[in-house]
């Protein structure tokens, strides 16, 4: 068991390009979350798989934004049209879904757009 | 509303000293679980310890104890003897249960801690 793994650690990008980052959570997780964080905040909530089902967005998650989960495996985060208010780090996050435990967080990826 | 808070937004700590970090959250919830993660400058959320709201001893982990007061909702991080590589940002959160019943963890502003020699 590897831990949650994200790719890319860090990426550039202009803005108004898309970007796509990519997390494969420990294998016998159901649960998937995505999280931003800014910098100085804690991570603020953004989505949440249970298996392939995407059953929780929040308020941030933008027309901008998608998510997926297919197969209930690994996920992706697209987003379309950057913008620099994006610059964040994006964290995974996955949990085994039985009772009440706790999430496993990949190292993150930190988007820049310049 | 803010559903956590943590007011300390920096805390110092002499190596080998205990040092507690405060943690209050709201939630009307009657069952719902607490964490405290730890997060080094690699940016990476590591997870230190767990107390649900049934539980009624106060969780333990090694060096770190949570400090559960309900009735005050207060859920405090203690590390005993302190080492240098607990220096860190320090996040309390909570998962609780969405309208649509589903889980979601909501997170403290964090506190960052350092460790002095």
């Known amino acids: 068991d590897t831990g949650v793994s994200q790719d890319p650690r860090h990426k550039i990008t202009k803005r108004g390009q898309n970007v796509t980052f990519r997390c494969d959570p420990i294998?016998?997780?159901?649960?998937l979350y995505w999280y931003r964080q800014t910098l100085g905040q804690g991570p603020e909530f953004l989505t949440y798989?249970?298996?392939?089902?995407?059953?929780?967005k929040s308020r941030l998650l933008s027309d901008r934004f998608s998510a997926e989960r297919p197969k209930g495996s690994f996920s992706t985060l697209e987003i379309q049209r950057t913008e620099q208010g994006d610059s964040a780090m994006y964290l995974c996050a996955s949990s085994l879904g039985v009772g009440d435990t706790e999430a496993f967080f990949g190292q993150g990826t930190r988007l820049t757009v310049v | 509303a803010q559903k956590i808070t943590q007011t300390q937004p920096g805390m110092f700590v002499q190596e080998k000293e205990a040092v507690t970090l405060d943690c209050t959250y709201d939630t009307s919830d009657q069952s719902y679980g607490l964490f405290w993660y730890k997060q080094p400058s690699s940016g990476e959320m590591i997870f230190l310890i767990y107390?649900?709201?049934?539980?009624?001893q106060n969780a333990t982990e090694g060096r770190y104890s949570l400090n559960f007061q309900k009735a005050r909702k207060s859920a405090n991080l203690v590390i005993s003897a302190s080492q240098l590589g607990d220096s860190a940002m320090y996040f309390c959160a909570m998962r609780e249960r969405t309208t649509s019943g589903t889980y979601k963890y909501i997170f403290g502003t964090g506190t960052r801690l350092k460790v002095l020699a």
């Open positions: 107390q649900g709201s049934y539980d009624e």
């Open positions: 294998s016998e997780h159901n649960r």
């Open positions: 798989f249970q298996n392939e089902a995407q059953l929780e």
